[in-house]
């Protein structure tokens, strides 16, 4: 079956670069792209971008912007997601979701990997 | 831009019928068929129910439906069951390549 494992949980201080990787298994990785969510504590989802694996195009929110770097490994079937320059309000837990068709259709999610900035 | 508009909070019995509601503009919701909903119990991944506004993913129970008049999409919940108690949230394909999310709505069975 279908699997998204993602990289254990990261404590950053203001300033840094955190990567979280999103192992996949279960299905051909470049036929689906990969979309990025995060979730601050008690509040709502939030997307932060897509990347189709099969050529690298990728997506992002606009207040991403410069931060943020999207990549795929099709030899591991591995999707990497860096943000940089964080900031307190980057605290949130991050989630890779392969989509079913188009980037809204999530059907496939990590189990979330929770990033800490504090100093 | 805003997130989608989605109500608070939402209750119903079980057995019965609720609808949760995702107001956007015509530039997102209304300008596209590209409105899914996803549901997440609390400390866990959200699940796909619903995408381009009334397609169940495999697995998904039929109970769920989604429908979109306008700049509003709809999700549907019939014969309520004290499982579906969760958060929902509303996204919509919002043009230039994003996509945005709803504010989310915490259903609760009575």
């Known amino acids: 079956q279908v699997q998204m494992v993602q990289s254990g949980a990261e404590v950053k201080t203001p300033g840094a670069s955190v990567k979280v990787s999103c192992r996949t298994s279960?299905?051909?990785?470049?036929?689906?792209?990969i979309t990025w969510v995060r979730q601050a504590p008690g509040q709502g989802l939030e997307w932060m971008g897509w990347i189709s694996p099969s050529n690298a195009n990728t997506h992002h929110a606009q207040k991403f912007q410069g931060r943020l770097t999207m990549t795929t490994d099709t030899s591991t079937s591995t999707a990497n997601m860096e943000l940089r320059s964080l900031r307190s309000d980057d605290t949130a837990v991050y989630y890779c979701a392969r989509d079913l068709s188009i980037p809204g259709s999530s059907i496939n999610w990590g189990q979330g990997t929770l990033v800490t900035v504090s100093s | 831009q805003s997130a989608l508009t989605q109500p608070p909070s939402a209750s119903g019995s079980p057995g019965q019928s609720v609808t949760i509601s995702c107001t956007g503009t015509s530039s997102d919701v209304g300008g596209y068929n590209y409105v899914s909903w996803f549901q997440q119990h609390p400390g866990k991944a959200p699940k796909l129910m619903i995408y381009e506004v009334s397609k169940r993913p495999s697995g998904v129970p039929d109970r769920f439906s989604g429908s979109k008049s306008g700049n509003t999409a709809s999700l549907s919940v019939s014969g309520l069951q004290a499982e579906d108690e969760a958060d929902y949230y509303c996204?919509?394909?919002?043009?230039?390549?994003?996509?945005?999310f709803g504010g989310g709505t915490k259903l609760t069975v009575l």
């Open positions: 279960g299905y051909t990785f470049n036929r689906y792209g």
């Open positions: 996204s919509s394909y919002a043009g230039n390549n994003n996509w945005m």
